[in-house]
């Protein structure tokens, strides 16, 4: 047997086969009263109301979140006092991210959440018009890339303000770049960012090769995908049998032959990003339930998580999957000995990496220069593997006992 050492890095954090990411959109100073009883509902907070009963946060800890405890929820922040769908209409609170005590509070718990992140999603969302249909997406609102700067530099200061650090990457409102979008991105200092709705490719065959299901670079900036619309139903929620929504879904089948647990598992397989999309209140200005959303979608995102469970997932937030991401793509593995190797780098890793290797069945450990022992290899399926911090330009030693 050839006894040369070969070292890959992992596509994924300890050669999972596919990362995992919550993504919630619109967490806001907001709330849609629907009974006008002084308790709330379930489905009525955006995230004004924070720790309290029947709140959005209260809601999904309680029926997701402490059940399924590896998973990490990526909250899309909207800044400032958010528009209307039309003018006219108005929320029953709305307000901006900096003006009340319990609301900050709640943002500074979350961020302080190991398995939360916030992320940043524009200031007014937008803007509205006489017509539903005619509501401008924020970025679709700017008119020069001094403007669309601008304004997202007076978000991430807000922002700053509260959470105590700037976002490190967001979404665009109603995934609408604008003319001034991806520039605008680019050049006010995200790592990541979310352009598109991808899951399109899956539910419409829309063929574009603007969407995928990968990780890729804009302008510097990692693009995440939007993958999972998370209010596309197991046809095993039973309970939803006569919904607009589980018609669909058995319209999908029957015509296409798709089901949700066939494109869970094609993106797992094909090591791709399952990123499951979800709204943080079902309720909108205009009275019409938006999809989707945790509430509407609770069972099927219970059913979906449970799935993915027996799988080999890596849960991460965005901002973890483009460090891994950027540097997987920035690090060369170099042998300067048998054993000894080091690992260039044109700039810091800011990521545990996962490197993988052959010699299945001897006993692996990775050392430092000197050969002091740092961690045992790990198998997994027909490879070995080992997640550290490493730095870049230091020395490291692979001893192979048999
Ligand atoms: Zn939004």
Redesign the pocket.
Known sequence: MDNKIILKVSKWKDNAVAPVIFMI??IANISVKKVSSSHLKIGEDWGQYGFQKNSMWDFLSKNLLNKFTDIKTTF?L?TDKRAPMAIGESYSYNNAIDKDKEFIEFLQYLEKNPSVELAY?GTN?GKASIKHEDFLQEWETFKSLNEAISEIERGKSLFKNIVKSYPTGGKY??YEAGKFGDESISKTGFKWWCYHWDGILWDKNINNSKYDYDLTLNKGVVDIPSTVDASTLSLKIIKKLFTRKYLKSLYLFLTEGKTIEKHLDTLYNNKEVISIQEYSSPYRTDNRIQYPNIVSDIDNLNYIFSYLSKKDIWYTTCNELADYYLARLNIKIKFIEENKFIILSNQDLSSEITLISQFRGKKVSLCDSEGKFLLNFQKKRDEIYVTYSFERNKEYIISILN
Do not use: A, L, T, Y
């Open positions: 959109d619109d899309f909207v999603h969302h409102c109603g």
